[in-house]
T-cell receptor, first 111, second 114 residues
Framework: AQSVTQLGSHVSVSEGALVLLRCNYS??????LFWYVQYPNQGLQLLLK??????LVKGINGFEAEFKKSETSFHLTKPSAHMSDAAEYFC?????????FGKGTRLHILP | KAGVTQTPRYLIKTRGQQVTLSCSPI?????VSWYQQTPGQGLQFLFE???????NKGNFPGRFSGRQFSNSRSEMNVSTLELGDSALYLC?????????????FGPGTRLTVL
């Protein structure tokens, strides 16, 4: 069965510092993987997705994620955090016709 | 293109009542999924409709039901409300059934049960 684990329900980084949000998944078949972002009082917005091909995926707002099959991970990174990145981030795995979301990581940006 | 719209945005009900939430997908999208979002459980999948048929259902009691109309608009109904039903209910639309495609989310309906 699919599952998604996001390490850390809250992560704080200083403005300008590296952002690293961790996501591990389990799937019985090659998965499709997603990162979504949710700003306050809004729905979720797709940041990036991995389906097949290149394992390093670039998304919007300078975010990227690397699919590592051997580690069953899909961590999200951004080289330099900006105040506007403060939001909740969700990792998701899709298998055939179901999508499972992680519990989310709230990213705090410190001035 | 207009995004996914959900009405109402906020709702306050009391225990035992029932509630109906509405979702209008992006024009041309035929798949609509519903999620319940709570601080403790995160996003939990309720059900997915495609071309007026329920394709998938999550692990929620029968008090939670939904339907989809011929214009792809969807409604979700919760009967006999409980305090634990307080949550943000998100609707997402998709061009095709769930899979490797991006879902487009609405802003949600925040339901408070007193």
């Amino acid at each position: 069965a699919q599952s998604v684990t996001q390490l850390g329900s809250h992560v704080s980084v200083s403005e300008g510092a590296l952002v690293l949000l961790r996501c591990n998944y389990s799937s019985s078949v090659p998965p499709y993987l997603f990162w979504y972002v949710q700003y306050p009082n809004q729905g979720l917005q797709l940041l990036l997705k991995y389906t097949t091909g290149a394992t390093l995926v670039k998304g919007i707002n300078g975010f990227e994620a690397e699919f590592k099959k051997s580690e069953t991970s899909f961590h999200l990174t951004k080289p330099s955090a900006h105040m506007s990145d403060a939001a909740e981030y969700f990792c998701a795995v899709s298998e055939k016709d179901k999508i499972i979301f992680g519990k989310g990581t709230r990213l705090h940006i410190l001035p | 293109k207009a995004g996914v719209t959900q009405t109402p945005r906020y709702l306050i009900k009391t225990r035992g009542q029932q509630v109906t939430l509405s979702c209008s997908p992006i024009s041309g999208h035929r798949s609509v999924s519903w999620y319940q979002q709570t601080p403790g459980q995160g996003l939990q999948f309720l059900f997915e409709y495609f071309s007026e048929t329920q394709r998938n259902k999550g692990n929620f009691p029968g008090r939670f039901s939904g339907r989809q109309f011929s214009n792809s608009r969807s409604e979700m109904n919760v009967s006999t409300l409980e305090l634990g039903d307080s949550a943000l209910y998100l609707c997402a639309s998709n061009l095709n059934p769930l899979g490797n495609n991006e879902q487009f989310f609405g802003p949600g309906t925040r339901l408070t049960v007193l």
